[in-house]
C-alpha cells in the first residue's frame, strides 16, 4: 500500500497570501496518478487537481498542483476566504488508492 | 447536473447487516465506474471500492474484502453496497462517487453527500 504524508498538518495564513502543501508517497506514484481535493466542514470533499497538475472543471486558476514521483505540491496563490478548508491527496496509480491524511488551512 | 443520492445510513449492531444505496442522475449511469468511499466521524478519507460501469469489474480495500460487496443496476441508475458482519471501526460517512471513466480510474469527480453509518462499539 502506498502511505502518502502531508505536511503541514494545519496552515495558518491570511486572506491574499499564497498557500503551499505538501504530499509525500511512500511509493513512486505510478503515471503522476496524484489528485487533490478540498473540503470544508459538513460537505463532501471537491476534486481540484488530477494528474498532478491538471485543474478539474470550474476550478479557478488560483489552485495549481505539481511534482512527480514520490513528492507533489497543491499551490493556492492568493487565498481566498472561501479557500479556508481541508486540503486532501490521493494517489490513484495503485490499488488500494489512498489518501493523505490531510492539511487544514486555516486564517491567521 | 450530475446528482448522487446516497440513502440506507443508520445504526446497527455489530454483527449485523446494512445495503446503501446511491441513486444516480444528470449523466449516463452505464458509461462510468463507481466508487464509495468512506470518513470516519473527524477522520481522514478511505476508499471502500470500485465497480466498471458494466459491473464485471470490482474492487476492494483490504479493510473490508469479503464483508462489503459492492453492486450496481445500470437499469435503475443505481449503485450499491452491502454491508455485512459490521464492526464498530465501519462507522463512517460513506459517500458514492463517480469516476471519470468506465474503467476504474480511481479519482472522484463527483461526490454525494453522503450517508451516516454507525456501528456502537
Known amino acids: 500500500e502506498i502511505v502518502l504524508t502531508q505536511s503541514p498538518g494545519t496552515l495558518s495564513l491570511s486572506p491574499g497570501e499564497r498557500a503551499t502543501l505538501s504530499c509525500r508517497a511512500s511509493?513512486?506514484?505510478?503515471?503522476?496518478?496524484l489528485a487533490w481535493y478540498q473540503q470544508k466542514p459538513g460537505q463532501a470533499p471537491r476534486l481540484l487537481i488530477f494528474?498532478?497538475?491538471s485543474r478539474a472543471t470550474g476550478i479557478p486558476d488560483r489552485f495549481s498542483g505539481w511534482g512527480s514521483e514520490t513528492d507533489f505540491t497543491l499551490t493556492i496563490s492568493r487565498l481566498e476566504p472561501e479557500d479556508f478548508a481541508v486540503y486532501f491527496c490521493?494517489?490513484?496509480?495503485?490499488?488500494?488508492?489512498?489518501f493523505g491524511p490531510g492539511t487544514k488551512v486555516d486564517i491567521k | 447536473q450530475v446528482q448522487l443520492v446516497e440513502s440506507g445510513g443508520g445504526v446497527v449492531q455489530p454483527g449485523k447487516s446494512l445495503r446503501l444505496s446511491c441513486a444516480a442522475s444528470?449523466?449516463?449511469?452505464?458509461?462510468?465506474?463507481m466508487h464509495w468511499v468512506r470518513q470516519a466521524p473527524g477522520k481522514g478519507l478511505e476508499w471502500v471500492a470500485a465497480?466498471?460501469?458494466?459491473?464485471?469489474?470490482?474492487y476492494y480495500g483490504d479493510s473490508v474484502k469479503g464483508r462489503l460487496t459492492i453492486s450496481r443496476d445500470n437499469a435503475k441508475n443505481t449503485l450499491y453496497l452491502q454491508m455485512n458482519s459490521l464492526r464498530a471501526e465501519d462507522t463512517a460517512v460513506y459517500y458514492c462517487?463517480?469516476?471519470?471513466?468506465?474503467?476504474?480510474?480511481?479519482?472522484?469527480?463527483?461526490w454525494g453527500q453522503g450517508t451516516l453509518v454507525t456501528v456502537p462499539s
Open positions: 462517487t463517480r469516476d471519470p471513466g468506465g474503467y476504474p480510474l480511481a479519482y472522484f469527480v463527483y
Open positions: 444528470g449523466f449516463r449511469f452505464s458509461a462510468y465506474a
Open positions: 465497480i466498471s460501469d458494466d459491473g464485471d469489474y470490482k
Open positions: 511509493q513512486s506514484v505510478s503515471r503522476n496518478y
Open positions: 494528474g498532478a497538475s
Open positions: 490521493q494517489q490513484y496509480g495503485r490499488s488500494p488508492f489512498t
